[in-house]
């Protein structure tokens, strides 16, 4: 059973457009909602993370928003560059287990055409 | 470069050989996780370790599936008799004791003949 359900599957966006990633879960103990990017041959490296006590985080051209009723987070990039072309991950984490496992979303293929 | 070392990169094992696979976490971190990656899949929990104790394993198949993370030495996933299904990247994160933040090696990309 899938925890974290990630949507689109892959993502094709003009340079300068915004990318929105989005996220939905079910479990209310998750506390803790990182962002992966992965670069093909890479690790995942953490990009931006977010706690549900607040609405929105951002950093530089990254943006998380975060619906807690609606149990839904995204990441939007603003102003995409081909640099940006990678895949995305969302991610949780249990309240209470602070060094717990993390639930992956299947991924997103993102694609910014120059 | 102080991050996590995985190695192989890149191992190729023939059906019913055992597939041994290191990780060597940031320097300073005590706790170890596992990851397997399907294509078009995304990152699937197998293990949490911490220094000579498994704290989770919930994610890791029973048999032929084991991990350790000694008091010397790298995190060792090993994966006995192996079989084509168990063809995956599979990625160590780890992080310090204040959590948060794992931090992810290259991968080791297992295939199986």
């Known amino acids: 059973q899938q925890q974290v359900k990630q949507s689109p599957q892959s993502l094709i966006v003009q340079k300068g457009g915004i990318s929105i990633i989005n996220c939905a879960y079910e479990?209310?103990?998750?506390?803790?909602f990182p962002w992966y990017q992965q670069f093909p041959g890479k690790g995942p490296a953490l990009l931006i993370a977010?706690?549900?006590?607040?609405s929105e985080k951002k950093e530089g051209r990254f943006t998380i928003s975060f619906n807690k009723s609606a149990k839904q987070f995204s990441l939007h990039i603003m102003d995409s560059q081909p640099g940006d072309s990678a895949t995305y991950f969302c991610a949780a984490r249990r309240r209470g287990s602070t060094l717990g496992r993390l639930y992956f979303g299947r991924g997103t293929q993102l694609t910014v055409w120059p | 470069n102080a991050g996590v070392m995985q190695n192989p990169r890149h191992l190729v094992r023939r059906r019913g050989q055992e597939a041994r696979l290191r990780c060597s976490p940031v320097k300073g971190h005590s706790h170890v996780y596992w990851y397997r990656q399907l294509p078009e899949e995304g990152l699937k929990f197998m293990v949490y370790l911490q220094k000579e104790n498994i704290i989770d394993e919930s994610g890791m198949p029973k048999e032929r599936f084991s991990a350790e993370f000694p008091k010397e030495g790298p995190s060792i996933l090993r994966i006995q008799q192996v079989v084509r299904g168990d063809s995956a990247a599979y990625f160590c994160?780890?992080?310090?004791?204040?959590?948060?933040?794992?931090?992810f090696g290259a991968g080791t990309r297992l295939s199986v003949l």
């Open positions: 994160a780890s992080s310090g004791d204040s959590g948060d933040i794992q931090y």
């Open positions: 977010i706690r549900p006590d607040v």
């Open positions: 479990n209310t103990a998750f506390d803790y």
